[in-house]
């Protein structure tokens, strides 16, 4: 598809501005966002906005100019005589919001949008929170079969979840991505319900110290003073850089303006410096003292993900023994169980963010408190169960969410031993149910001739080093994070731009 490319559609407002918000001040939001120059919008039945998004249109005669995105769930599609009504024709695309339980019914809901395409009531055909690459094969295929393609894929992605195996489908099929979540979608969201799912989903790039500071390093020309690029223009630009659409809100009128234009900007340090952040983690500093105990190495190996490294190695700034004690107990071999734990620490931080708390002194001093517990109780009895609480909360099932509310006090019932975990403890975690993030399933097996690029795979490590990218060398044997998430070895035979290697086995 490439007319959002031909009619300079780069970004698309988002229109879920809250169910509560009254119609007076969602015509507001959405009429500045328009005003700004916004000529895409992300809409769906769910939002229960649409009557205000069409009033607005036609206040400013922008009802045909404007490309409109219209999402229903499967179980929405019987729903949708008369809601097109107010905008007096046919979204331009109709997107199925999310897969239903069975393949079988996500394709007969998909069937009816694709009829409504055919018969003209809209132009394209997209999908939403596809899981796997596999789900979204078979539905392209369906598409084929009811002679709609499809043209649109909306997904969840930020920096720190990047969705590489879909946006690279998308990519080799000319399929539009669209991320949304970009800023984070705080827990408790209006499509997400409780925040289940792949913890690094419910971080909030905006509260990243690390990209606040990058921000303050950008300043712009704004009339006749200067500003201050903020957190969220910058991963505006980072997903326009990476090709993709970003579908986000904000219901600041400057800052709608300043948001459009993010897109256009020119800050290819910066972009570097994201890159650095988010694809590349170093061993150097505290990591490099502390990875020489081989639990903490093979704590910091399990999930080879720079923000979460960055997260261990503040945590351990604070509460070294009792981190160190966790992973022992773990032990260096339970690579899941570990990953686990590391997910259950990024898991705490999506919750104190959501909770707009100063979330990395709240847990710098949480964790200092915990590890001044463990190391100062005199009483044997005490400490353990002290310790056992610890491990079992770090153990917790990392993909459920819901502490959200709770999460600031969990530290403190462990310290005084009245923590209860509300899930099941469970060695390895589980995978998200159907929702639009989650593991990798399976690495490629052992055999598998891959071609790399730079953008999918984020680390290569030579023993405990990182190796760049463009530093590969042939025949050389190296650990790369799959897909961001399942360590494999591989065996480089062609290098260049786009490398050629074969999974082996670790050992070999
Ligand atoms: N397909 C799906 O299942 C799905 C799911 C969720 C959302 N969506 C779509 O995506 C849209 C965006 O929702 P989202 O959940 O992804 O939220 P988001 O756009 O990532 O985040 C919106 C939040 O970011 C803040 N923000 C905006 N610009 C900023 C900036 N420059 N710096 C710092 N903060 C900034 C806004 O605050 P202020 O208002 O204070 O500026 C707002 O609270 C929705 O409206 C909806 O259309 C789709």
């Not at 929170?129 to 598409?143: I, R």
């Not at 408190?369 to 109780?377: E, F, K």
């Not at 999460?407 to 159907?434: C, F, K, M, Q, W």
Request: proline share 6%.
């Amino acid at each position: 598809m490439t007319e959002f490319a031909e009619r300079g559609l780069t970004q698309a407002f988002g229109t879920d501005v809250g169910l509560n918000r009254p119609d007076v001040e969602t015509r507001r939001i959405v009429g500045q966002a328009l005003d700004a120059g916004y000529r895409l919008l992300d809409c769906a039945l769910l939002y229960g906005s649409f009557r205000s998004v069409c009033a607005v249109l036609k206040e400013r005669d922008l009802d045909e100019d404007t490309f409109i995105i219209f999402k229903v769930k499967p179980d929405e599609v019987s729903e949708l005589k008369g809601v097109f009504r107010p905008l007096g024709r046919g979204p331009d695309l109709l997107m199925l919001h999310e897969m239903a339980a069975t393949t079988r019914q996500t394709v007969n809901a998909m069937g009816e949008l694709a009829d409504r395409v055919r018969s003209g009531n809209a132009r394209y055909l997209g999908l939403s929170n596809v899981t796997t690459v596999e789900e979204l094969q078979t539905l392209c295929e369906a598409a084929q079969r009811f002679r709609v393609p499809v043209s649109c894929v909306q997904n969840r992605c930020s920096p720190y979840y990047q969705d590489t195996e879909i946006r690279r489908y998308c990519r080799e099929h000319g399929i539009v991505y669209l991320a949304y979540g970009l800023m984070g979608s705080r827990q408790q969201g209006a499509c997400h319900g409780e925040g289940h799912g792949l913890p690094t989903l419910y971080l909030l790039p905006t509260q990243d110290p690390r990209l606040e500071a990058l921000a303050r390093r950008l300043q712009f020309q704004d009339e006749d003073r200067l500003r201050q690029a903020s957190t969220g223009e910058l991963l505006l630009y980072w997903a326009s850089a990476q090709g993709i659409i970003p579908v986000a809100f904000s219901t600041h009128n400057e800052r709608v303006r300043y948001n459009l234009n993010a897109s256009q900007l020119s800050a290819v340090t910066t972009l570097r410096a994201m890159e650095l952040l988010f694809s590349e983690p170093r061993m150097d500093g505290v990591r490099a003292t502390l990875t020489r105990n081989p639990p903490v190495r093979a704590l910091y190996l399990s999930l080879r993900d720079p923000t979460a490294w960055w997260l261990l190695d503040e945590v351990f700034r604070v509460a070294g023994p009792l981190l160190t004690a966790l992973a022992e107990r773990a032990g260096p071999g339970s690579t899941v169980a570990l990953r686990n734990m590391v997910y259950n620490l990024i898991r705490f931080v999506g919750d104190l963010q959501s909770n707009d708390m100063p979330w990395l002194d709240t847990l710098r001093e949480e964790f200092r408190q915990l590890d001044t517990a463990y190391r100062a109780t005199a009483d044997a009895d005490a400490k353990r169960r002290l310790f056992e609480l610890c491990y079992e909360w770090m153990m917790k099932d990392s993909m459920a969410g819901g502490g959200v509310k709770e999460a600031p006090e969990r530290p403190a019932e462990i310290r005084r031993g009245e923590y209860v975990p509300d899930h099941p403890v469970t060695a390895s975690g589980r995978l998200a149910n159907g929702r639009s993030a989650r593991l990798v399933e399976k690495p490629p097996p052992v055999g598998t001739l891959l071609t790399l690029k730079e953008s999918d795979h984020s680390t290569f490590m030579k023993g405990y080093d990182p190796v760049l990218f463009a530093n590969l060398a042939q025949h050389q044997v190296y650990d790369v994070n799959y897909c961001g998430q399942q360590p494999i070895t591989v065996r480089i035979l062609t290098t260049g731009s786009r490398p050629t290697a074969r999974v082996i086995e670790p050992e070999e």
